[in-house]
Structures are given as C-alpha cells and as structure tokens.
C-alpha cells in the first residue's frame, strides 16, 4: 500500500541550470518537470529555481510547480545555494540536486534531506566543451569532490548505465535508485514515411551531441541514395559551427536546420523519418529515442553513449555501433533493407509502451518520499517500504 499521500504540504525544492522554456532546455529538463508535476499531483508544494533567459519570466507557477528564475547558466549555481542559505525558499523538506556534471553543493547549505539527481557522468565531456584547466577542475569535481560532499545523500540515476558509473566514482549502490525516463503518450500526426531516404537528428545543438556525425554519414550515402535528407531539430549555441560544416561539406542541399519547433512538427519529422541519428557522445538515457520510437523509427546510436544500451534494445529497436565508421555503415544499412526498419520500427513502437512517465513520477515521489523519513532506495526495489 503506497504511503504517498504522507507528501502533502512538503516543500520539495529542485535545483537545476535550465527548464523546458529554456532555448538550450532537452531530455533532461523534460524529466525534471514531469517528476516535479508528479509531486505537485501529489499535494506538494514544489519549487524549480533555475537560470534566467528571455523565453520566460522570473517567477511563474505552472501545473502547480513554481519556477524561480535567477541567474546566468553559471551563476545559478551560486544563486540557488544563497536562496537556501538565507531561506529565501521558506522552509524546504526536500533539496533535489540536479547534477548536470556540476552540482548545486546544496549540501554546504542545508540541512534538508538532499536528493542529487544525475542522467550521466560528463568524465568525456568536460575536454571537448572546455580548455585543459577548465575540464581538469570540472572533471575532479564530478568524479571526487561530488562524491563525497553527497557521501551520505540518496542518489537518482535513470538508468543501469548512469547508476554504474557512479558506483566507479564511489557512490555506494544501496545509495543509488534508478528512475527510467518516461515517454510521453503518442502525439498523433497525418504522415506517413517519406518517399525518399530521411534521416532525423533531434537535440539541442552542442558539441557533445556530434551532429556532424550524422552529416558525415548523409555526404557519405547522398550518391548511393539520390535524395536523401538530413533533418535537424533543435537549436543551441553550436549551431553556427554546424551550418558551416554543412557548407564546408558541401551538403547544403541535402541538410535542413529546423531550429526549436512546436511538439506537433517535431513528431510529423519523427513520423516521415526512416530512422533516428543518434550519434552523441554520452546520453544518460535518450529521451528522443522514445520519441522516435512512437512513430516506429528506429535508432542508430553508439553503445559507448551509455543509456542507449537500455533504450535501444540492439537488433531488435535499432542498432547500436562502437564508432563513427559502424555508424555510417548501419545508416547504410537501415537504408538499404526496408524490411529490417520495419521489423526494428515495430520493436521501437512496442517498446515505447514499456515506459510510463506515470510510473516514473511514482518511483520518483518513492525515493522523496523516502528521504523525508530518512531512508535509502537502491535500484533493486525502487517501491521499497511503501
């Protein structure tokens, strides 16, 4: 018998760099509000402070979830531990430290129960966003100073992936809960797949997530199949480096930057695409596979990605390669035999039903819950103790 309802009237406070309004928002802002919304379902009073941008005003409640917007994507860190510090927030229960490779180090200013939310490790990342210095700093927080300022905080992970990951920076398993993304339900659009070869790469535009990758692979096909198109969608501060990459390689004709659009567009391209590029760096999960998944397009990604390893199922969702060369020949591959896109199309639409972010905001409001009375959850038994 689930105890939530004991969470009425707790103030759960997330700290996060970005929301869904965001320009650069993605898949892991998407998560932070829907497992917010579930806790304010719940009778919560819940708070996301977060960084300010020009898409959305300093203070607003939306769905019962209030959002404080303060500071730069880098100063939001000090404005959310002054927020708690001087009790700016009123009395909080919960602190949910979202892990973005840095830490809020919400633990230096309270003494609420701290919950630190993490999608992935950033170990690879730090050296292709910043200089050498920057990334050895950025890189011996995440992987020891983090570890242990939380040494006695419950962790979130959303999936086996991230979980191990941080079990090799020192964080104790029976401290570790997975929580798996959700999908949303399906957006239903009036397109079928289109009649030429159409590859979507869906995302926020930074380095990590190797766009160029995809337009690699569509410069290296175009000959082989006349008409094929890249379409990209998302918008972030690399995407100047991309057109111009797309110029440089003469694919111009066959790339099309779609910028940040509307739910409805952004599935009609998932709809008429013949697959999903996927060719990041690091995902901790990969919510756009899901997405993909619900107009049976399957995946191509890279296995060292981590979370791709739980949300494409290899050979039977999509394909998952160890480098860029295995990328470009799977893209071929999917390509060239329709027969395996509908069969690995199918799995991805069936599979899509397996995850619920109604079960993802109960598992979610589990841990929080357990917090509150002191306790730990780990990954074995997420419902523990309810």
Same mark, same amino acid.
């Given at each position: 018998?689930?105890?939530?309802?004991?969470?009425?009237?707790?103030?759960?406070?997330?700290?996060?760099?970005?929301?869904?309004?965001?320009?650069?928002?993605?898949?892991?802002?998407?998560?932070?509000? %829907?497992?917010?919304?579930?806790?304010?379902?719940?009778?919560?009073?819940?708070?996301?402070?977060?960084?300010?941008?020009?898409?959305?005003?300093?203070?607003?409640?939306?769905?019962?979830?209030?959002?404080?917007?303060?500071?730069?994507?880098?100063?939001?860190?000090?404005?959310?531990?002054?927020?708690?510090?001087?009790?700016?927030?009123?009395?909080?229960?919960?602190?949910?430290?979202?892990?973005?490779?840095?830490?809020?180090?919400?633990?230096?200013?309270?003494?609420?129960?701290?919950?630190?939310?993490?999608?992935?490790?950033?170990?690879?990342?730090?050296?292709?966003?910043?200089?050498?210095?920057?990334?050895?700093?950025?890189?011996?927080?995440?992987?020891?100073?983090?570890?242990?300022?939380?040494?006695?905080?419950?962790?979130?992970?959303?999936?086996?992936?991230?979980?191990?990951?941080?079990?090799?920076?020192?964080?104790?398993?029976?401290?570790?809960?997975?929580?798996?993304?959700?999908?949303?339900?399906?957006?239903?659009?009036?397109?079928?797949?289109?009649?030429?070869?159409?590859?979507?790469?869906?995302?926020?535009?930074?380095?990590?997530?190797?766009? @160029?990758?995809?337009?690699?692979?569509?410069?290296?096909?175009?000959?082989?199949?006349?008409?094929?198109?890249?379409?990209?969608?998302?918008?972030?501060?690399?995407?100047?480096?991309?057109?111009?990459?797309?110029?440089? %390689?003469?694919?111009?004709?066959?790339?099309?930057?779609?910028?940040?659009?509307? @739910?409805?567009? %952004?599935? @009609?391209?998932?709809?008429?695409?013949?697959?999903?590029?996927?060719?990041?760096?690091?995902?901790?999960?990969?919510?756009?596979?899901?997405?993909?998944?619900?107009?049976?397009?399957?995946?191509?990604?890279?296995?060292?990605?981590?979370?791709?390893?739980?949300?494409?199922?290899?050979?039977?969702?999509?394909?998952?390669?160890?480098?860029?060369?295995?990328?470009?020949?799977?893209?071929?591959?999917?390509?060239?035999?329709?027969?395996?896109?509908?069969?690995?199309?199918?799995?991805?639409?069936?599979?899509?039903?397996?995850?619920?972010?109604?079960?993802?905001?109960?598992?979610?409001?589990?841990?929080?819950?357990?917090?509150? @009375?002191?306790?730990?959850?780990?990954?074995?038994?997420?419902?523990?103790?309810?």
């Amino acid at each position: 018998m689930h105890r939530l309802h004991d969470l009425a009237g707790k103030h759960v406070v997330f700290l996060s760099w970005r929301d869904t309004r965001n320009p650069e928002g993605g898949g892991a802002e998407r998560y932070l509000e %829907k497992v917010a919304g579930g806790l304010a379902e719940l009778g919560c009073r819940v708070t996301i402070l977060c960084a300010a941008h020009a898409a959305a005003p300093p203070d607003e409640t939306v769905d019962g979830v209030k959002y404080v917007r303060r500071g730069s994507k880098l100063t939001v860190y000090l404005r959310g531990m002054l927020a708690l510090a001087l009790g700016r927030l009123g009395h909080v229960d919960v602190v949910v430290d979202v892990q973005n490779g840095l830490p809020f180090f919400s633990r230096l200013v309270t003494r609420a129960p701290v919950v630190v939310l993490v999608h992935h490790v950033h170990r690879e990342q730090w050296g292709v966003l910043f200089g050498p210095a920057l990334a050895r700093l950025g890189w011996w927080i995440e992987r020891s100073f983090a570890p242990w300022l939380y040494r006695h905080s419950q962790y979130v992970a959303v999936s086996h992936a991230t979980r191990g990951e941080l079990r090799e920076l020192g964080v104790d398993l029976d401290r570790i809960a997975i929580v798996h993304n959700g999908t949303d339900r399906v957006v239903r659009v009036d397109e079928t797949k289109a009649p030429y070869p159409t590859i979507a790469v869906v995302g926020r535009l930074v380095p990590h997530k190797q766009v @160029e990758h995809a337009i690699d692979a569509v410069v290296a096909l175009r000959h082989d199949f006349p008409g094929i198109r890249l379409q990209a969608v998302g918008s972030g501060w690399w995407e100047a480096n991309l057109r111009a990459y797309a110029v440089e %390689k003469d694919a111009s004709d066959i790339v099309t930057f779609h910028g940040h659009v509307d @739910e409805l567009t %952004k599935h @009609e391209i998932y709809a008429r695409a013949w697959l999903l590029a996927l060719p990041s760096i690091k995902e901790g999960w990969g919510l756009v596979i899901g997405e993909a998944a619900m107009h049976a397009t399957p995946t191509v990604a890279y296995a060292s990605a981590g979370g791709t390893r739980e949300s494409v199922r290899d050979g039977m969702t999509g394909l998952l390669v160890a480098d860029q060369d295995e990328f470009t020949a799977a893209v071929r591959r999917l390509l060239c035999d329709q027969e395996l896109r509908d069969r690995l199309g199918a799995g991805a639409l069936m599979m899509s039903h397996s995850y619920t972010w109604e079960h993802a905001q109960e598992s979610f409001a589990v841990v929080v819950l357990a917090a509150c @009375e002191g306790r730990r959850i780990d990954a074995q038994d997420p419902d523990e103790g309810t």
